[in-house]
């Protein structure tokens, strides 16, 4: 979301650090990052840095004493070890605080990763990743850099004989020991009461944004359903691909031998990698580095370890899969229908303007494909009528407004959003269009409305203003009242077409013979991105509903939270799913 450009060196985006980190730089330079080195321990299975200590060594907290806490660091500056929790005290901030400038880098006891105390996220270093780097690749190489005992070598590790494959059937005994000894396994991992499938993202350097957008996508139950039936088979996809580009060499040369280096990469694959992990049944934290790599092949200008803009990512992620799927199947699609792949099968729904001339009543009409609505907040004019009786009108499960005493006068709804987004507006002087019947360019009014409903509806609010008069941006933080359970049918064409004409216009108009959006108008929420502090130094949070229970997604941290919490966050996007879904019989016939 910073509007800063970052230097370019051989074509390669060099990102700018973090003031704290450039101080601690000008201030000591790169010498105590390659001290660290010698600090640094690897272990080979899994190849992840830590700091070296004694095995029989616990890291506890200078501060509070506690060793269980989300995350232990140590201070670059006094090797002073504090705490850090996301939400509640944070130890290495007051640490940082009450010293003396320069004590606000720290380094990840568990996973030697830089962190800033005084902006509260990982950072990224040239030198700190070289050390790291230079750790793991003398600890492969040499077998150094870890203090555990290795294992014994294999015997006879040159002879392996080939053994032919037999299937196991178990005898009498071994029936008797599975049939006492083994339980049948529940939906839940038996190690941890989160639901299956919820696993944390690690930090990758600012990439909150994309694990936000992440956490919410690999719980879109239609998504989710598609890739965990293996609809998408990465080892398949593959094999097409590199038969197509070993079939197109001889036609690469006409080109200059150029092609396209973006052949190889699919990020429906990516997605189904990143899906088959979070749903393996590990805990431990995941780092989509390949998924990141992959965006950035098809974004390169958002290609930097800057924070990004999560809707951004979001709208350039699904284009990503609509264009590889578009241009693997050789043939045009509509996005609008929905049935192109299965980024618009799941987002896609259609948008129709009307613009009415003020003079005749002719209208011009336009159907636009979406995959997201974005909605301005309401001006802020107080408890006013109209925002009290849409509020009294769209209560959710009797939820009470207790949140508006608490919050400023200026409350917004998500149904006022969506009242003013289909609310038929004037056009000003500076738009008037040509109408057909008037033969002149006359002032009209124009009226938004939602043709087709999509499974999924993504609610983007404009949180993020920029002026180009006055060449500022600002973030507006008035808070969003979302209800858990939303109707959808006062927004739908068909019922302000109705309110507008009545019955009357439903013969003459072709685009509402379906009534099916209108029997799939009840949606309900199941994922919140939010975003916290300023504009170009915030952080973005999942709220993820799963089985009637809300689990917040802090990239790697996963922790369960009442559903009033939820209520108070500050939404950002919103992920709405239709509570039933009502299926078209197909006109094809299917051979037996």
Sequence with gaps: MSSKINPRINGLIIPQPCPHLAEFHSRYGS??????????RVKPPGGRASIRRDPYEVPRCGACGESARSCLYACMTCAAVSCHAMTGSSHVAAHAESMSPGHEIAVDVDRAELFCCACG????????????????????????????????????????RRVDYRPWTPDLRERVLMGTGSSLL????????????????????????????????????????????????????????????????????????????????CLACDMDAVFSSVFSGDRTPYSPAKFLYSWWQHA????????????????SMLDGIHEKVDKDRRKPHSHGNGECCIAHRVFSGILRSDVMCMACGFTSTTYDPCVDISLELEPNQGNS??????????????????????????????MGCLERFTRAEKLGSDQKFFC????????????????????????????????????????????????FSLDMSPYLSSTILRSRF???????????????????????????????????????????RLSNQWYKCDDAWVTQVDENIVRASQGYMM????????????EKQVAP
Excluded at 127 to 146: K, M
């Design 31 to 40: 010498k105590p990052f390659r001290a660290l080195q010698d600090c640094l």
């Design 186 to 265: 529940d939906g839940n991992n038996s190690v941890s009461d989160l639901p299956w499938g919820l696993r944390g993202l690690n930090n990758l350097g600012n990439t909150c944004f994309m694990n936000s957008v992440l956490q919410a996508l690999l719980h879109t139950p239609p998504l989710r359903n598609y890739f965990l039936s293996d609809r998408h088979n990465r080892y398949f996809c593959q094999k097409n691909r590199n038969a197509g580009i070993a079939g197109n060499r001889s036609t690469s040369n006409h080109d200059g031998g150029n092609g396209n280096k973006n052949t190889r990469i």
């Design 436 to 483: 057909q019947q008037c033969q002149v360019r006359q002032e009209s009014l124009k009226q938004m409305s939602i043709r087709k409903l999509p499974l999924v509806s993504c609610f983007h609010i404009k949180r993020f203003e920029h002026s180009s008069t006055k060449k500022m941006s600002r973030k507006v933080d008035r808070y969003l009242q979302f209800p």
């Design 575 to 586: 992920f709405y799913v239709q509570k039933k879904l009502y299926y078209k019989a197909t």
């Design 300 to 315: 390169a200008n958002l290609a930097s370890y800057e924070q990004q803009d999560a809707h951004e990512f979001f709208i």
């Design 502 to 544: 009545g019955n009357r216009i439903f013969p003459l108009d072709g685009d509402e013979s379906d009534n099916s959006h209108e029997l799939s108008s009840e949606f309900e929420l199941f994922a919140v991105v939010t975003h916290t502090g300023k504009l170009d130094a915030g952080h973005y949070v999942t709220y993820l």
């Design 121 to 160: 996220d990982q950072v990224y270093d040239r030198d700190f990743d070289a050390a790291v780097v230079l750790a793991q690749t003398t600890a492969s190489t040499l077998g150094g850099g870890s203090t555990t005992i290795p294992s014994p070598k294999p015997e006879n590790l040159r002879k392996r």
């Design 385 to 414: 009528t109209k925002m009290a009786a849409a509020t009294s009108s769209h209560s959710c499960n009797g939820e009470a407004d207790s949140l508006n005493s608490r919050q400023s006068s200026g409350t917004s709804t998500l």
